[in-house]
Each structure stands twice: as structure tokens, then as C-alpha cells.
């Protein structure tokens, strides 16, 4: 609602903590992890907390102040785009479409479906037709690498964690929209359609491009450098995994699509060649 009307600061208070009775430490913990799923919407929140008659209680006996102060004082966090794919949500937004640059996103999503009561910990993820009917919180915004994922339960059912696809940047699955949500995958290599890396490291830690079905030598298009079709399709040689052994080397097809260690040999045996 405030990002809606174009404010960039939050002023709140330790709500739910005075006559709601709720722990001030479950509150900000839920804050806190609710600032990581809007984190880019605003520049600064601040709680403005005195501690009254309402504090000091059963379930504030160090009043509130301290407990939010704890938690919340000087929490920076930064907005993430990482493998936000389309019908996740994105603060208040659930991205519609998605191409390498942009995110199309609707507006306010947070009360456009109800919410599924598996959170972040629903084992239906990959299923289309269930994320279509029910939201679900978005992606940890530190994909891969959390560190709260064991320590902070609260984190863990505000943010969907999901497991590394063991394949990495050659899973020939990439594309599988129920596999994609389910599993991890790296970032686009930053060389785009440039690429000349085709090391076994690199190509697993790095998404690249589909290669030409055509080959660098034969695709006229990329010939022509046609740059939709340049954008779209990887056109440096591979490197043959036969290297040195490699027999194929009279087939002037994988000679021209593969890379080798060599240089192609003349065609001609001995005896004929000029
Ligand atoms: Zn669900
Ligand atoms: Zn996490
Ligand atoms: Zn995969
Ligand atoms: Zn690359
Ligand atoms: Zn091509
Ligand atoms: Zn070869
Ligand atoms: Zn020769």
C-alpha cells in the first residue's frame, strides 16, 4: 500500500506486541524476514518503540524495545533479481513475464491469490496448476549460498529454498518449466552469445545459449550476423572430446563444428597431394 502511493520510507511501531500480546521477538523475526521479501521497495523503515503499560508483561518482559533493537538495528538488505522466474512474487508484484533483460510484473499481487498453507516448505512447487491457484513466498534472496537456512527457522517458511540441479549449466532440462521450479540453476554466462568458453567448469557454472543446430560455418544467418539469431544461438566451436585421438578427422562436418588440438590434415594421402 505505501509503495503504491509512492513512499520510499516506513515508519511502524512493535506492532502486535502491546494489547495483541505477541512475543516482541517472533514479531521482529517475522519483521525481518518480511523486509528481506520487500528489500529494494524502500529506502529506510524505521520502528518507533516506547516501552509502556502495555510492556513488561508475560510476553514482553524486556518490554519491546529491545527485543526489535536486537534484531532489526542497522539490518541492511539488498533487492534481488537473481532467478526470479515468472509467477513468483517480487515484493508486492508477481512477475507475469520475463526475458533476459526485463520482468513484466502485475500489480499487487499479495492479495490476488490466496496463499498456500504449505508456504515456502510446499512440496508442490512444480506444479503449474498449483502455483496458478495459490501464492507462495518468493526465492531466498541469496539463492544457493543461505546462511540461515538451518539457523532461522522463520527464514526458512518466509523463503523457498530449492535444491542445486546437479547438472548446473548443462542440465538438458533448463528449460522444463516444472524442473526449472523445482531445482537451482546458474545465471546466464555474463559473454551472452559471445562466449568462446567451453571448458567443463565453466560451461557447469554458467547457463549459456543453445548452440546453432547449423554449426558456426555452415549458418547463414550467423554468416550474415543477423542479430536476433546471434542473440539467440551460441556459434563458437566446441572443443571434440577425443582431442588429439580424435578419428574423425576427414569428416570436414566435425572438423568445421569441433575444436582439435590440431590442425585438419591434408585430405589428399601422401602420394596424390601437390
Ligand atoms: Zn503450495
Ligand atoms: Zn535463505
Ligand atoms: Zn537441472
Ligand atoms: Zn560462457
Ligand atoms: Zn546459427
Ligand atoms: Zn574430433
Ligand atoms: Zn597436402
Given at each position: 500500500m505505501a509503495y503504491h502511493h509512492q513512499h520510499d520510507c516506513l515508519i511502524l511501531s512493535a506492532?502486535?506486541?502491546?494489547?495483541?500480546?505477541?512475543?516482541p521477538t517472533h514479531m521482529a523475526s517475522i519483521f525481518k524476514s518480511v523486509i528481506q521479501q520487500y528489500a529494494g521497495y524502500f529506502k529506510t523503515i524505521h520502528f518507533a518503540i516506547i516501552d509502556d503499560h502495555?510492556?513488561?508483561?508475560?510476553?514482553?518482559p524486556d518490554g519491546n524495545y529491545l527485543p526489535f533493537k536486537r534484531i532489526l538495528d542497522g539490518f541492511r538488505v539488498n533487492a534481488t533479481t537473481h532467478e526470479l522466474c515468472v509467477g513468483m512474487a517480487s515484493g508486492p508484484f508477481k512477475i507475469t513475464g520475463k526475458d533476459q533483460e526485463n520482468m513484466i510484473i502485475d500489480d499487487v499481487y499479495i492479495f490476488g491469490l490466496p496463499p498456500c498453507?504449505?508456504?515456502?516448505?510446499?512440496?508442490?512447487?512444480?506444479d503449474v496448476q498449483h502455483c496458478q491457484a495459490y501464492s507462495h513466498p518468493p526465492l531466498c534472496p541469496q539463492h544457493g549460498a543461505c546462511e540461515q537456512f538451518l539457523a532461522d527457522g522463520m527464514h526458512r517458511s518466509f523463503f523457498i529454498h530449492r535444491k542445486k540441479c546437479q547438472h548446473g549449466g548443462e542440465c538438458l532440462h533448463i528449460t522444463d518449466e516444472k524442473h526449472s521450479r523445482q531445482y537451482e540453476h546458474p545465471e546466464f554466462c555474463p559473454a551472452n552469445s559471445e562466449c568462446l568458453d567451453t571448458s567443463k567448469d565453466h560451461l557447469f557454472h554458467y547457463r549459456h545459449l543453445p548452440r546453432c543446430?547449423?554449426?558456426?560455418?555452415?549458418?547463414l544467418l550467423f554468416l550474415k550476423r543477423d542479430p536476433e539469431h546471434c542473440r539467440s544461438y551460441l556459434h563458437c566451436k566446441i572443443i571434440c572430446?577425443?582431442?588429439?585421438?580424435?578419428?574423425?578427422?576427414?569428416?570436414q562436418e566435425h572438423f568445421n563444428d569441433q575444436l582439435h588440438p590440431f590442425y585438419q590434415p591434408c585430405p589428399s594421402t601422401p602420394f596424390s597431394c601437390r
Open positions: 506492532l502486535g506486541c502491546g494489547a495483541f500480546k505477541n512475543p502495555n510492556t513488561g508483561n508475560q510476553h514482553n498453507q504449505y508456504g515456502a516448505e510446499c512440496y508442490d512447487l512444480g543446430k547449423t554449426g558456426p560455418i555452415k549458418c572430446e577425443f582431442g588429439t585421438f580424435c578419428v574423425n578427422f576427414h569428416d
